[in-house]
């Protein structure tokens, strides 16, 4: 039940000037106008101040993410060979399998500068992209199905971005109440699901690999869409860029989902919420032995409808709050522009 309390806050990250809000979904959800509103509020001002949010009692079960996970581990133990044939496919489709290496995650847009940069130090993790099932011209690289795991994996991920398309859809009714618009204002930006579920293994890592500074396991990098839920496993590693300059660890607490605003989001508000820089390092903490265990995340980048117009929000720019930034971009071409930089 939500609590009484419209206002009660508390912070999942305070330090070196970053806050990043844990916010109780519920009170959003099936809480009193007051307490939706207030929530909605609390919700916007994590994104205008740390571009992230933590949020607790949302609508994902646990023993939903739990079978994610397991699953998501197991498809990681297939043989390499097969895993190959289901190789990443276009910046546009932005679908299948990505061996350790292949992507660099970098802040740079020229793709002989990111490929420099992989070279010095590639991105130690391979993923497992998914899009929307059905998209013409897009399938989805599913494992063979003449096995009964395969059938098994397509049917949990397909259920689990349906799932996770629904939370963006509330997500984005909150920002559109807390910014004061209607309700539905994103609606009919979000109700196609073009989004990304990317699964992730970070192996083990030798500590000696780490001294080489440039060496993370997915380096700095914003998101380029309108919000990216992550789902973490207890291992740490996920840092966030504070207002200060320092990369401070977002710990995992168990039971919530990390959910940060995209480079999109940013441009619809005129950068009155913020698309914050964040990486994935070793864990913070200092482990027995030579190597560091391998860490389990699973992102669900959330994107505009690819033919969606992305247009300064009326109110966001103008008097005080300064020029329009951005010109009007076509969502599908800019994620296809990021991503053909990056891979």
């Given at each position: 039940?939500?609590?009484?309390?419209?206002?009660?806050?508390?912070?999942?990250?305070?330090?070196?000037?970053?806050?990043?809000?844990?916010?109780?979904?519920?009170?959003?959800?099936?809480?009193?106008?007051?307490?939706?509103q207030a929530t909605a509020a609390?919700?916007?001002?994590?994104?205008?101040?740390?571009?992230?949010?933590?949020?607790?009692?949302?609508?994902?079960?646990?023993?939903?993410?739990s079978t994610v996970f397991s699953?998501?581990?197991?498809?990681?133990?297939?043989?390499?060979?097969?895993?190959?044939?289901?190789?990443?496919?276009?910046?546009?489709?932005?679908?299948?399998?990505?061996?350790?290496?292949?992507?660099?995650?970098?802040?740079?847009?020229?793709?002989?500068?990111?490929?420099?940069?992989?070279?010095?130090?590639?991105?130690?993790?391979?993923?497992?992209?998914?899009?929307?099932?059905?998209?013409?011209?897009?399938?989805?690289?599913?494992?063979?199905?003449?096995?009964?795991?395969?059938?098994?994996?397509?049917?949990?991920?397909?259920?689990?971005?349906?799932?996770?398309?629904?939370?963006?859809?509330?997500?984005?009714?909150?920002?559109?109440?807390?910014?004061?618009?209607?309700?539905?204002?994103?609606?009919?930006?979000?109700?196609?699901?073009?989004?990304?579920?990317?699964?992730?293994?970070?192996?083990?890592?030798?500590?000696?690999?780490?001294?080489?500074?440039?060496?993370?396991?997915?380096?700095?990098?914003?998101?380029?869409?309108?919000?990216?839920?992550?789902?973490?496993?207890?291992?740490?590693?996920?840092?966030?860029?504070?207002?200060?300059?320092?990369?401070?660890?977002?710990?995992?607490?168990?039971?919530?989902?990390?959910?940060?605003?995209?480079?999109?989001?940013?441009?619809?508000?005129?950068?009155?919420?913020?698309?914050?820089?964040?990486?994935?390092?070793?864990?913070?903490?200092?482990?027995?032995?030579?190597?560091?265990?391998?860490?389990?995340?699973?992102?669900?980048?959330?994107?505009?409808?690819?033919?969606?117009?992305?247009?300064?929000?009326?109110?966001?720019?103008?008097?005080?709050?300064?020029?329009?930034?951005?010109?009007?971009?076509?969502?599908?071409?800019?994620?296809?522009?990021?991503?053909?930089?990056?891979?």
């Amino acid at each position: 039940m939500p609590s009484a309390d419209p206002i009660a806050q508390t912070s999942a990250v305070d330090s070196d000037n970053l806050v990043i809000p844990l916010i109780d979904f519920s009170l959003f959800l099936t809480g009193t106008p007051a307490q939706r509103q207030a929530t909605a509020a609390a919700i916007l001002t994590g994104f205008q101040t740390a571009g992230f949010i933590y949020l607790t009692n949302h609508p994902i079960s646990p023993s939903t993410l739990s079978t994610v996970f397991s699953t998501s581990a197991k498809f990681f133990t297939r043989p390499t060979s097969q895993k190959h044939a289901l190789a990443w496919t276009t910046p546009r489709a932005n679908r299948g399998y990505t061996a350790t290496g292949r992507e660099k995650t970098t802040t740079l847009t020229s793709k002989e500068e990111v490929e420099k940069l992989r070279g010095a130090a590639p991105d130690l993790k391979e993923s497992f992209e998914i899009g929307r099932e059905g998209a013409e011209g897009m399938p989805n690289n599913w494992p063979s199905d003449d096995d009964n795991d395969a059938v098994i994996f397509k049917d949990i991920m397909l259920n689990f971005h349906d799932e996770c398309k629904t939370l963006h859809i509330e997500v984005m009714r909150a920002i559109a109440v807390g910014m004061g618009l209607s309700e539905a204002y994103f609606d009919s930006y979000t109700d196609v699901g073009d989004n990304t579920l990317r699964l992730l293994h970070y192996p083990p890592a030798a500590k000696d690999m780490f001294k080489n500074k440039l060496q993370v396991r997915a380096g700095e990098h914003t998101d380029y869409g309108s919000i990216t839920l992550l789902f973490q496993d207890n291992r740490g590693g996920l840092q966030v860029k504070s207002p200060n300059g320092t990369f401070i660890d977002a710990t995992p607490i168990s039971g919530t989902v990390v959910i940060n605003a995209g480079d999109l989001l940013a441009r619809w508000s005129n950068d009155s919420i913020k698309s914050t820089l964040h990486r994935v390092v070793e864990p913070p903490a200092s482990t027995e032995g030579n190597t560091h265990p391998a860490r389990y995340s699973v992102a669900y980048f959330c994107n505009p409808n690819f033919d969606s117009q992305i247009e300064a929000i009326e109110g966001t720019y103008g008097g005080d709050k300064g020029e329009r930034k951005y010109a009007g971009i076509n969502s599908g071409d800019y994620l296809e522009m990021r991503l053909a930089a990056t891979y």
